[in-house]
């Protein structure tokens, strides 16, 4: 017992404790949960953008990846920010500090026309960054139907 009384008064001194106390230890975790579960939303790309699913394999994420979303309404945005495309270059510049071999995330909602999307890759190309990956949803391999011909077919009155 932490700090107990001693039935024994043979003396003035209490008892050592050799207990830890983790009262202190569990408060100090709650709050650092707290502000991890506070601080990683705010980490995050916040631009949204319907995405077409994938079955690669996921490569490695830098640490701080550069992401150009194309939306659906075909504007720009560098990170969280809306550009122009006349300005896509300079800004690019400005966030990779001018390192061309940076590699640029570009994501595009799948509503988006093709050509649009080769359109901002050669904007892309002629800003000098050749190292493009594409982002897209991660999904599972489709299993085929097992007889799409059957479930075609009108189903007629019984007899």
């Given at each position: 017992?932490?700090?107990?009384?001693?039935?024994?008064?043979?003396?003035?001194?209490?008892?050592?404790?050799?207990?830890?106390?983790?009262?202190?230890?569990?408060d100090?975790?709650?709050?650092?949960?707290?502000?991890?579960?506070?601080?990683?939303?705010?980490?995050?790309?916040?631009?949204?953008?319907?995405?077409p699913?994938?079955?690669?394999?996921?490569?490695?994420?830098?640490?701080?990846?550069?992401?150009?979303?194309?939306?659906?309404?075909?504007?720009?945005?560098?990170?969280?920010?809306?550009v122009?495309?006349e300005?896509?270059?300079?800004?690019l510049?400005?966030?990779?500090?001018?390192?061309?071999d940076?590699?640029?995330?570009?994501?595009?909602?799948?509503?988006?026309?093709?050509?649009?999307?080769?359109?901002?890759?050669?904007?892309?190309?002629?800003?000098?960054?050749?190292?493009?990956?594409?982002?897209?949803?991660?999904?599972?391999?489709?299993?085929?139907?097992?007889?799409?011909?059957?479930?075609?077919?009108?189903?007629?009155?019984?007899?």
């Amino acid at each position: 017992m932490a700090g107990g009384i001693r039935e024994n008064s043979s003396g003035d001194d209490l008892a050592e404790n050799h207990e830890i106390n983790v009262t202190p230890f569990i408060d100090v975790m709650l709050v650092l949960l707290i502000i991890f579960m506070v601080a990683a939303p705010l980490s995050t790309v916040d631009v949204n953008v319907d995405l077409p699913a994938s079955t690669a394999k996921p490569a490695e994420r830098p640490d701080e990846p550069v992401y150009v979303t194309l939306k659906e309404d075909m504007s720009l945005a560098l990170g969280n920010d809306t550009v122009a495309r006349e300005t896509l270059s300079t800004s690019l510049d400005r966030m990779t500090e001018g390192n061309k071999d940076a590699r640029i995330f570009l994501r595009a909602d799948k509503t988006v026309d093709y050509g649009q999307f080769m359109e901002v890759m050669n904007l892309l190309r002629d800003a000098g960054y050749l190292k493009i990956a594409l982002v897209g949803l991660e999904a599972v391999a489709a299993v085929p139907a097992p007889d799409a011909a059957a479930a075609t077919e009108p189903v007629g009155p019984a007899p």
